[in-house]
């Protein structure tokens, strides 16, 4: 029961790293968008003020959460719902994840700005080789050293490292255009108000996996929330991948948009819509066919239980793949478009305003089942909202 164990403790964790994922998703999306405006405008005094500002408004996060993580760690543990079974664990994975939350912060920080300053690539390789870094040493740490937890988070924790190692490149560039200016730190309003939505999105995110674990521990047990464990981590690279296509379009639709060219906004949201289709099919005819195996990856003591339930929740869960993508590219559509009312109201409707009521109702219906089929139930409402407010966008262009 170790590996059920290590999923469960896992799996209460996460969310707070949803929290240090959303605070540096916020200011590096928030900010980056606005200095994209900015610097399509010929605004370049104000776009360096833009990017001071985002840097030392991250590093004040990122000192929060590490004072989180050195007087807090057991508090955050037991409010996580970690009985005595997995307490130890669970504490151990927070207190590192916390101490390493100014690599998370930044990093999110830095891609946002590298790739809106002209250097999509070497954004895309920070990512691309911090990810592959995090699977490496998963398995170096994990199984040849012997670590456990403490190898996972610290895998973890690194990888970010590694990916602002490649995008500090960028600062030795002739392209880049973003430096640091002399002043007093401002609040930026207007790039947090932009960042907002992915913060909503990343937080929510954290608050129904906790509202899930406590369905899930009500219903299964620790072997249910491990099962969910398998089901969130692999949900968790799906929706990776739908924001890569989505920030990949962003910057793209800022510089339209600062130069007011609407229909090459539009094209680029249909390449993004075409991309997440595919993207969507492909997920999901690997999740109907492959669950039994990606559920036995994970479960490599054998747990017949864990097992059964893994594999249902799966193929229930993840039919929410079809509109997943559809609500993140338009979030992000209409943040980079300084429209951020209908961006606000999807990352709510998604995060935690229709997708936790769903939860509840539908799991004292159906049970486990109910609980499996909130997330593709709220999905779907949520992409038929988004598509229209798109569709009325464009008519109002008109």
């Given amino acids: 029961m170790q590996w059920a164990k290590g999923l469960t403790a896992l799996n209460l964790a996460i969310p707070i790293y949803s929290f240090i994922h959303g605070i540096g998703l916020m200011l590096g999306m928030g900010g980056a968008t606005r200095y994209a405006i900015l610097k399509s405008q010929g605004e370049k005094q104000r776009a360096d003020r833009n990017f001071t500002n985002t840097i030392w408004l991250a590093a004040v996060s990122a000192a929060l959460f590490m004072l989180a993580g050195i007087f807090l760690s057991g508090w955050i543990t037991r409010l996580m719902g970690a009985d005595a079974e997995v307490f130890a664990m669970t504490d151990t994975y927070l207190r590192v994840l916390l101490l390493f939350s100014p690599a998370f912060v930044m990093n999110e920080v830095l891609v946002c700005f590298v790739r ?19 699977i490496f040493m998963d398995y170096i740490l994990i199984f040849p050293m012997g670590l456990g937890i403490l190898g996972a988070v610290l895998a973890t924790g690194t990888a970010p490292v590694i990916s602002m190692g490649i995008l500090s490149l960028h600062f030795f560039k002739k392209k880049n255009q973003f430096h640091f200016v ?70 793209l639709v800022s510089r339209a948009y600062g130069k007011n060219e609407r229909k090459g906004e539009r094209s680029l949201l249909r390449y993004a819509m075409v991309a997440v289709a595919g993207i969507s099919c492909a997920a999901y005819a690997g999740v109907l066919f492959g669950a039994d195996f990606i559920v036995r ?4 003591e054998g747990n017949t239980e864990l097992q059964g339930i893994a594999n249902v929740g799966m193929r229930i869960y993840f039919m929410g793949v079809f ?76």
């Fill in 297 to 300: 990856v994970f479960n490599s």
């Fill in 182 to 251: 002399k002043g007093k730190l401002e609040m930026a309003q207007q790039a947090l108000a932009l960042g907002v939505p992915s913060l909503v999105s990343e937080v929510s995110t954290g608050i129904v996996m906790i509202i899930f674990n406590g369905i899930i521990l009500g219903l299964r047990g620790n072997v249910g929330v491990a099962a969910y464990g398998i089901i969130a981590n692999l949900s968790l690279v799906i929706v990776a991948i739908y924001t890569g296509v989505a920030q990949g379009m962003q910057p």
């Fill in 116 to 134: 809106n300053d002209g250097s999509p690539k070497l954004s895309m390789a920070g990512m691309v080789v911090g990810s592959l870094s995090n």
């Fill in 323 to 398: 509109f997943m993508g559809v609500n993140i590219v338009l979030a992000v559509y209409f943040t980079s478009r300084e429209k951020v009312a209908p961006a606000y109201v999807i990352s709510l409707l998604r995060g935690i305003v229709a997708i936790v009521p769903a939860a509840f109702l539908l799991s004292s219906l159906w049970g486990m089942a109910g609980a499996w089929m909130a997330a593709p139930v709220t999905e779907g409402m949520v992409a038929v909202f988004g598509i229209a407010s798109g569709l009325l966008e464009i008519l109002r262009k008109k």
